[in-house]
T-cell receptor
Framework: KNEVEQSPQNLTAQEGEFITINCSYSVGISALHWLQQHPGGGIVSLFMLSSGKKKHGRLIATINIQEKHSSLHITASHPRDSAVYICAVTPTGNQFYFGTGTSLTVIP | KAGVTQTPRYLIKTRGQQVTLSCSPISGHRSVSWYQQTPGQGLQFLFEYFSETQRNKGNFPGRFSGRQFSNSRSEMNVSTLELGDSALYLC????????????FGPGTRLTVT
């Protein structure tokens, strides 16, 4: 049983499209993280959320604690957004449970 | 500020051998976590260290162990290597244990033959 489920697994979009990636979790959490991984392996933390909504540039992350659901939105997508996006939750401390990731390809 | 560094970046070992990987966190960061990433299982949490103590451990056999030094640098060790241990091993550091952003290192790519 996977504590974190992401959808879709794969996503192809045209440049400029609005993109949504969804994450559902089944455990109580202290925080939810959205991570970005480019080919070659490097992982960057995009957001850490415990409630509400956060925005960085064209990226928006929301979380609904009652429904145990989070979404990552990318507005005006660009080919450089092509990467794997990973949802992760921390029930306690820095112990992470990871989703399987969403592979995003943005076509020019 | 320098980022999280991991050494070595690539490693090839033979079944049955042991390996030690090193992680140097960002200066001032006291929490270090280790993760294993494989194509089949994705990212999995190995363990978390804070103040030289293991605070959390993932579901891995006892062949996987780690430690943290007083300067927050951390090492992980895998004994009696198996083919299935081939993976990208990532470490991440954060200022403290709760509600702090994690900064990931570039990883060590371990291949077991």
């Amino acid at each position: 049983k996977n504590e974190v489920e992401q959808s879709p697994q794969n996503l192809t979009a045209q440049e400029g499209e609005f993109i949504t990636i969804n994450c559902s979790y089944s455990v109580g959490i202290s925080a939810l993280h959205w991570l970005q991984q480019h080919p070659g392996g490097g992982i960057v933390s995009l957001f850490m959320l415990s409630s509400g909504k956060k925005k960085h540039g064209r990226l928006i992350a929301t979380i609904n604690i009652q429904e145990k659901h989070s979404s990552l939105h990318i507005t005006a997508s660009h080919p450089r957004d092509s990467a794997v996006y990973i949802c992760a939750v921390t029930p306690t401390g820095n112990q992470f449970y990871f989703g399987t990731g969403t592979s995003l390809t943005v076509i020019p | 500020k320098a980022g999280v560094t991991q050494t070595p970046r690539y490693l090839i070992k033979t079944r049955g051998q042991q390996v030690t990987l090193s992680c140097s966190p960002i200066s001032g960061h006291r929490s270090v976590s280790w993760y294993q990433q494989t194509p089949g299982q994705g990212l999995q949490f190995l363990f978390e260290y804070f103040s030289e103590t293991q605070r959390n451990k993932g579901n891995f056999p006892g062949r996987f162990s780690g430690r943290q030094f007083s300067n927050s640098r951390s090492e992980m060790n895998v004994s009696t290597l198996e083919l299935g241990d081939s993976a990208l091993y990532l470490c991440a550091s954060s200022l403290d244990r709760h509600f702090y952003e994690q900064y990931f290192g570039p990883g060590t790519r371990l291949t077991v033959t």
